[in-house]
T-cell receptor, first 113, second 115 residues
Framework: GAGVSQTPSNKVTEKGKYVELRCDPI?????LYWYRQSLGQGPEFLIY????????DSGLPNDRFFAVRPEGSVSTLKIQRTERGDSAVYLC???????????FGPGTRLLVL | DQQVKQNSPSLSVQEGRISILNCDYT??????FLWYKKYPAEGPTFLIS?????DKNEDGRFTVFLNKSAKHLSLHIVPSQPGDSAVYFC??????????????FGKGTKLTVNP
């Protein structure tokens, strides 16, 4: 079956601009996670959704970052007033429940110039 | 402060030999551990996991060992194959307290298996 998909695969933007990153989880998965991976580091947790609600957003670095999952399936990560330090690979993962294995998408590579 | 540490950034082994990747953790609340494999330009792929109630889990060529007293786990790959060349991430999570199973990752170890 189809895995987790993320669009776009690459995004180049200028400092100060707004970006949206999209995640399509595996069909039927209720839990969805966003992580960020900087160069030379492991993925770092950003936010977790159970259904439509953000159950844990403790990893969001500041209020420029926001994520939604309005219908409990597709999620969008939104970054306002981008900064060069936001450049990273943004990974999305989903699982059939909060206690099950997380399956990752290919990521969106964001470059802020 | 890193809660999950992979102290070897890289490892090189000969095809057919055993690869041993190590991981240490500091948070005693962690009770579930996973290994992911990552190829360039792809997302991490789940490999194998272990619960803290076990000390060993095996799946084909891959075995994970957990030493809770030492807060140490290792991944053994035997025999190693060139296709195993990738970055391996160790990850850990704590039981849901409010419903999140967020994973905490190490920095990864790049494994190269030479033919």
């Amino acid at each position: 079956g189809a895995g987790v998909s993320q669009t776009p695969s690459n995004k180049v933007t200028e400092k100060g601009k707004y970006v949206e990153l999209r995640c399509d989880p595996i069909s039927g998965h209720t839990a969805l996670y966003w992580y960020r991976q900087s160069l030379g580091q492991g993925p770092e947790f950003l936010i977790y959704f159970q259904g439509t609600g953000a159950a844990d957003d403790s990893g969001l670095p500041n209020d420029r970052f926001f994520a939604v999952r309005p219908e409990g399936s597709v999620s969008t990560l939104k970054i306002q007033r981008t900064e060069r330090g936001d450049s990273a690979v943004y990974l999305c993962a989903s699982s059939s429940s909060q206690a099950e294995t997380q399956y990752f998408g290919p990521g969106t590579r964001l470059l802020v110039l | 402060d890193q809660q999950v540490k992979q102290n070897s950034p890289s490892l090189s082994v000969q095809e057919g030999r055993i690869s041993i990747l190590n991981c240490d953790y500091t948070n005693s609340m962690f009770d579930y551990f996973l290994w992911y494999k990552k190829y360039p330009a792809e997302g991490p792929t789940f490999l194998i996991s272990i619960s803290s109630i076990k000390d060993k889990n095996e799946d084909g060529r891959f075995t994970v060992f957990l030493n809770k007293s030492a807060k140490h786990l290792s991944l053994h790959i035997v025999p190693s194959q060139p296709g195993d060349s990738a970055v391996y991430f160790c990850a850990a999570s704590a039981s849901p307290q409010g419903g999140s199973e967020k994973l905490v990752f190490g920095k990864g170890t790049k494994l190269t298996v030479n033919p």
